[in-house]
């Protein structure tokens, strides 16, 4: 591990969004807040057009999360918070993880033995933040369940305690009626409390744009989480009496349910391995190596009983599960045909590997059977029967996870014929004594299709049930009549969402990774890569969740701390949520009061200066809709039946969306995307996907409003040229770029490569042109340890450093269609006043070029021109 080269002795300087100083001048973006108070204009709606509306008016939301203790300051700190955050231009707060077990202060009074009270003091201090933010304009979004813990005590059976995840928990409240009725009692308890500072319930108030149910969960999904697997046996029970009942209102009788699930047996056919017991050591088998990972392969020629074997040991370890793999491939697979796979196999120390059979070419794509193996030392036979849904001339069955740790595995006797016997049902009348077991996701891929289809479509009506149960009770019994929506797409499906208010999206780009346990704060790293290089970027993959004829909103958006291009994260959701419509976007997260003046976590906005300075230039852009949508919809059909066919071939964190019906995310630079639920619903002058060609390294919006070129390999950059937002973003250093209306940017120089960030955000365009720029190139705290783990991989461990905050900003030069004579300019400070004067150099008769420079020690500068 080495040190990681920081900017301190690189010109920079400090920077701190001052949490106690409301700022004062050009930086002060609350006149975007045209409601005051939040709920002025009524109700916030859904329009036949699929967008929110307020009254006839077309309405966009701008947001930031504000988490956990953070939703409860001290009464003196609710108004200078939301002071703060109406001036970076949000119109919107998303109040988050409320009910967290781990937070404090918490809504819920957890040091009452159960989840089933309200924390008196803390409702009283959200009270406070709401009105302050109300009376500002700001509007609000209430989550209901985030990160609640359930216990006995709630009235729960005793094993509810042995669930340590409460992911898990919130699965299995999908279709438990005893949690069922603790969220609506929960939901009751919050939308009817009557705010003493507004005189209203929050269920009465306007102010209270959306309630979401359940983040980012789903039944679907804690079933691929293996969450079902894991529960105690009274919650299997309970799926399992409705899986039965499920089944009998779809069947006849038990022998109608064996038929249709294709129980058979067929006889063992030809042996289809060739050495298959290393008669001739590794001939036709292959060991991969990727990345750093290395293994040694050595034939044991006594390994199991007397017989040979494989052993293959780590040399060198890897944290990517497929960089160390065994396979052999050339194997001719047929669909819907039956297998017998069989092996020993042991390790020299307990661990869990992969099992695949997959493709063995480009795209190496899953052919429908993969098994966990737990190992031990001592030989298991393991034997599988399965039937592929898809088939491969080129097939292989593959073993992977061998290098993420040290120690060796061995492998001997593999067998791999077409025949065997398939079961699918217990002996006995199974239907009529509901005994049908339900099926875990470890079971998945040996599953055959046809169970597969009928679980997958038991769990889809039982989640249905629920958002469906959980949306009336609050619209129809509680009387809230605003915005509600569930879960994310993704972690949920498009159909399942659409029936509700909003499809909703989250995206991080590089989120934490923890080698170790969940969220070790001593062991993680993030990949210090930035999004302007990648051809998968999260705005390519945001894109394919929205649903024609259904408001879109992003509730959660990051590029998380330490990495160092973290600036180019706002614009980018914002130059994109513009030209493609979207309805609302949230970056994540606002942060606390705790630690003023150092950036104290992966994901804090405010004490982030790269973040932070340029929240309310994204906020002008999006909410102005300063970039215009595309002119062209791409829009592709993605009927139920697809969307259920697509769950077969889905993993936990990646539920079906548009790109199942061949909606391509890489061209959300050029036009707008969606997927309509059905054929009928696709527009008539709408695109089809394959209409359309990407081009592969220069992408151009279809209105000229924005541009990603990514033509120097490395070297990506993003340009904005609409009239009131201009932008660049990237490895912009050395470039003269045209912004557009004769208006041009040369970076002379700029940290990281060439990377920066330069945003000019009209304020005002007559009598007076007036303007904010906003410049950065990337942000960290004084003393923070950096330290470099190889693989693009960096870390700080719990070293993040001290006050203040350190920022380094780009030497450039941006030339106005003004003349001199008539330009001022100032450099501001912290606090938004005008720190300095400085002069404009003369370009021409009727041009000025405005320096920006790490001299003048800001982020932000104030241009006015007059006509």
Not at 141 to 147: G, K
Request: glycine residues 8%.
């Amino acid at each position: 591990m080495k040190r990681f080269s920081t900017m301190q002795t690189q010109g920079s300087f400090p920077w701190v969004a001052r949490y106690n100083e409301p700022l004062q001048g050009a930086p002060d973006f609350s006149f975007l807040l045209d409601h005051k108070p939040a709920g002025a204009k009524g109700w916030v709606r859904v329009g036949a057009d699929g967008h929110y509306y307020l009254g006839k008016q077309r309405v966009r939301f701008w947001g930031v999360n504000v988490s956990a203790g953070a939703c409860f300051p001290e009464p003196e700190d609710a108004s200078r918070m939301a002071t703060q955050i109406a001036q970076a231009g949000c119109n919107i707060v998303r109040f988050h993880h409320m009910d967290a077990f781990w937070a404090n202060p918490c809504l819920i009074d957890y040091a009452r033995g159960n989840s089933r009270h309200f924390n008196a003091q803390a409702l009283a201090r959200f009270d406070e933040l709401f009105a302050q933010l109300r009376a500002r304009g700001v509007y609000v979004n209430l989550n209901l369940l985030v990160n609640r813990r359930f216990y006995a005590a709630d009235g729960l059976p005793a094993e509810i305690d042995q669930i340590g995840e409460v992911k898990a928990q919130h699965a299995i409240g999908c279709y438990y009626r005893p949690l069922i009725d603790l969220q609506k009692e929960y939901a009751r308890q919050l939308l009817t409390h009557r705010n003493p500072k507004t005189g209203r319930t929050y269920a009465e108030d306007p102010a209270v744009a959306m309630v979401e149910i359940n983040n980012e969960n789903g039944l679907i999904q804690g079933w691929l989480m293996g969450y079902l697997d894991s529960a105690p046996k009274v919650f299997q029970d309970d799926l399992q009496r409705q899986w039965n009942e499920w089944l009998q209102r779809r069947y006849a009788d038990t022998d109608a349910v064996r038929r249709a699930w294709g129980e058979r047996r067929e006889p063992l056919g030809e042996e289809m391995l060739r050495n298959p017991r290393f008669a001739d050591g590794l001939q036709h088998w292959v060991v991969e190596q990727h990345g750093e990972a290395r293994l040694q392969a050595e034939v044991v020629p006594a390994g199991m009983g007397g017989a040979p074997s494989i052993r293959l040991r780590t040399v060198q370890t890897s944290l990517t599960d497929w960089h160390g793999q065994f396979n052999q491939p050339n194997l001719r697979l047929q669909a819907e045909r039956l297998y017998t796979l069989r092996f020993a196999a042991r390790a020299d120390r307990p661990r869990t590997i992969g099992l695949t059979v997959m493709q063995a070419r480009e795209p190496w794509a899953w052919l429908g059977f993969a098994q966990n193996l737990a190992l031990d030392t001592q030989w298991r036979t393991f034997e599988f029967t399965f039937v592929l849904p898809r088939g491969e001339e080129n097939a292989r069955i593959n073993f992977y996870r061998l290098a993420m740790e040290p120690g060796a595995v061995e492998f001997a006797d593999f067998s791999l014929r077409p025949g065997g016997t398939l079961r699918v049902l217990p002996d006995g009348d199974a239907l009529a004594e509901r005994r049908i077991p339900i099926i875990l996701h470890s079971q998945r891929s040996a599953t055959p299709t046809p169970i597969l289809r009928d679980w997958l479509q038991f769990l889809w009506d039982t989640e249905r049930a629920y958002w469906l149960e959980m949306a009336t009770y609050i619209k129809r019994d509680l009387g809230y009549k605003g915005i509600v929506f569930g879960t994310i797409i993704i972690c949920s499906t498009p159909h399942l969402m659409a029936q509700l208010d909003t499809v909703d999206g989250h995206a991080y780009w590089m989120h934490p990774e923890f080698p170790g346990a969940a969220w070790d704060f001593n062991n993680w790293f993030v990949r210090n890569e930035p999004m302007v290089n990648s051809d998968s970027a999260t705005v390519h993959r945001l894109a394919q969740h929205r649903v024609w004829g259904k408001p879109y909103t992003v509730t959660e958006y990051d590029h998380p701390a330490p990495n160092q291009y973290a600036a180019e994260g706002l614009p980018l959701l914002a130059a994109h949520g513009a030209l493609q419509d979207w309805d609302g976007l949230f970056p994540f997260d606002y942060g606390g009061s705790e630690g003023e003046g150092r950036i104290g976590g992966f994901f804090e906005q405010r004490t982030h200066p790269a973040k932070w300075a340029l929240m309310r230039a994204c906020a002008a852009l999006f909410l102005r809709a300063d970039v215009r949508p595309a002119k062209q919809l791409v829009c592709a059909a993605f009927p139920r039946e697809a969307e259920m066919d697509a769950l077969r071939q889905v993993w936990a964190w990646g539920l079906p969306d548009g790109r199942f019906a061949g909606l391509d995310g890489k061209a959300a630079t050029m036009h707008r995307l969606a997927t309509a639920l059905e054929p009928a619903q696709v527009p008539r002058d709408a695109l089809r996907p394959d209409a359309i060609t990407i081009p592969d390294r220069r992408r151009v919006a279809d209105t000229g409003e924005l541009i990603w070129d990514r033509t120097q390999a490395g070297r990506g950059y993003v340009v904005v040229r609409a009239k009131r937002s201009k932008m660049a973003i990237g490895f912009i250093g050395g470039r003269t770029l045209d912004l557009g209306d004769k208006f041009s940017l040369q970076v002379q120089d700029a940290p990281l490569g060439g990377f920066c960030v330069v945003a000019l955000t009209v304020l005002q365009e007559k009598p007076v042109w007036r303007t904010l720029i906003t410049t950065v190139s990337t942000a960290e705290n004084t003393g923070w340890n950096l330290r470099d783990l190889g693989e693009g991989r960096i870390t700080l461990g719990n070293q993040w450093g001290s006050a203040p905050t350190r920022v380094a900003v780009p030497t450039a030069t941006l030339t106005l269609p003004y003349p001199a004579a008539r330009v001022r300019v100032w450099a501001l400070g912290e606090d938004g006043k005008r720190a300095r004067a400085l002069k404009p150099t003369p370009v021409g008769k009727d041009r000025a070029a405005v320096e920006l420079s790490p001299q003048h020690r800001t982020l932000w500068y104030e241009v006015e021109a007059r006509g």
